[in-house]
């Protein structure tokens, strides 16, 4: 009996044009950050969750809460399908995160503040549990359009919601980087994860990236990166216009496309 799964999972990372260190990382099977790459890559039994995690708290103490992050989420990938609440797992496994990193900054001046936001998809079956925590992104591209699943943890995000700004406008916002909730050590109550159900379709394609993507493409740049329908030839074409772009901060991103498989 044929199924659907995801078959191609194409992940990139780099430190950008700005950034001493890179503090993002991908769970695309393993777990990959902390350095930067010259080109996707194409990962090896991905498993059944994506994300893409950017750490916050300065240096390379950022690199090792989004790795430290997402080395939690990656135990709920031995779960079996058809979890009945994917959302509480998700919360209860990043509040266990958020307690590890507290136990890790405890006493550390220099590691105050350590935490991340993280962004990603758990596919169930013919669905997927679309969830965040800050203002990584899922976006799906169905037929040519391209469409935001989740959504940011922040007050331009939130001007937005109540009509203030425009979509376009939370780019360009000078108040763009200010975040509501993260995965923090010692902040519990800054934890609030955004999850969703989504049927998948035969075809679709998703893109699960950092903040240092979405603000250096527009809509019509994203759309255009990844029209080819192809994850590989979207992931080159992604990470070509990011180079070019010489975007300042770090960027990451996952595309992943969903494939009939046995």
């Given at each position: 009996m044929l199924g659907l799964l995801f078959m191609t999972v194409i992940f990139f990372t780099n430190n950008g044009s700005d950034r001493e260190f890179n503090e993002d990382a991908v769970l695309a099977g393993d777990v990959f950050g902390g350095f930067s790459m010259a080109e996707p890559m194409i990962a090896v039994s991905p498993g059944p969750i994506v994300a893409v995690a950017d750490g916050i708290g300065g240096g390379p103490g950022g690199a090792q809460a989004a790795r430290m992050v997402l080395d939690s989420l990656k135990e709920l990938s031995s779960l079996v399908n058809g979890q009945p609440n994917p959302a509480d797992l998700l919360t209860e496994?990043?509040?266990?995160?958020?307690?590890?990193?507290?136990?890790?900054?405890?006493?550390?001046?220099?590691?105050?503040?350590?935490?991340?936001?993280?962004?990603?998809?758990?596919?169930?079956?013919?669905?997927?549990?679309?969830?965040?925590?800050?203002?990584?992104?899922?976006?799906?591209?169905?037929?040519?359009?391209?469409?935001?699943?989740?959504?940011?943890?922040?007050?331009?995000?939130?001007?937005?919601?109540?009509?203030?700004?425009?979509?376009?406008?939370?780019?360009?916002?000078?108040?763009?980087?200010?975040?509501?909730?993260?995965?923090?050590?010692?902040?519990?109550?800054?934890?609030?994860?955004?999850?969703?159900?989504?049927?998948?379709?035969?075809?679709?394609?998703?893109?699960?990236?950092?903040?240092?993507?979405?603000?250096?493409?527009?809509?019509?740049?994203?759309?255009?990166?990844l029209s080819s329908g192809d994850p590989e030839t979207a992931a080159l074409n992604l990470a070509e216009v990011l180079m070019a772009k010489n975007a300042g901060d770090n960027f990451s991103f996952i595309v992943a496309q969903e494939e009939l498989g046995a």
């Amino acid at each position: 009996m044929l199924g659907l799964l995801f078959m191609t999972v194409i992940f990139f990372t780099n430190n950008g044009s700005d950034r001493e260190f890179n503090e993002d990382a991908v769970l695309a099977g393993d777990v990959f950050g902390g350095f930067s790459m010259a080109e996707p890559m194409i990962a090896v039994s991905p498993g059944p969750i994506v994300a893409v995690a950017d750490g916050i708290g300065g240096g390379p103490g950022g690199a090792q809460a989004a790795r430290m992050v997402l080395d939690s989420l990656k135990e709920l990938s031995s779960l079996v399908n058809g979890q009945p609440n994917p959302a509480d797992l998700l919360t209860e496994n990043l509040l266990g995160a958020s307690t590890k990193l507290g136990y890790l900054s405890a006493g550390k001046p220099a590691l105050l503040g350590l935490g991340s936001t993280v962004a990603g998809l758990w596919r169930q079956g013919n669905s997927a549990t679309v969830f965040n925590c800050g203002d990584c992104r899922v976006y799906r591209s169905r037929l040519g359009q391209v469409d935001l699943l989740s959504r940011d943890h922040s007050p331009v995000y939130s001007l937005y919601l109540d009509g203030q700004i425009s979509f376009e406008e939370i780019r360009n916002h000078s108040q763009r980087h200010v975040i509501s909730c993260a995965v923090q050590g010692g902040s519990p109550e800054r934890l609030a994860v955004f999850s969703r159900q989504v049927q998948v379709r035969l075809g679709d394609l998703f893109l699960v990236c950092s903040d240092g993507v979405w603000e250096s493409l527009d809509d019509n740049g994203l759309e255009d990166c990844l029209s080819s329908g192809d994850p590989e030839t979207a992931a080159l074409n992604l990470a070509e216009v990011l180079m070019a772009k010489n975007a300042g901060d770090n960027f990451s991103f996952i595309v992943a496309q969903e494939e009939l498989g046995a």
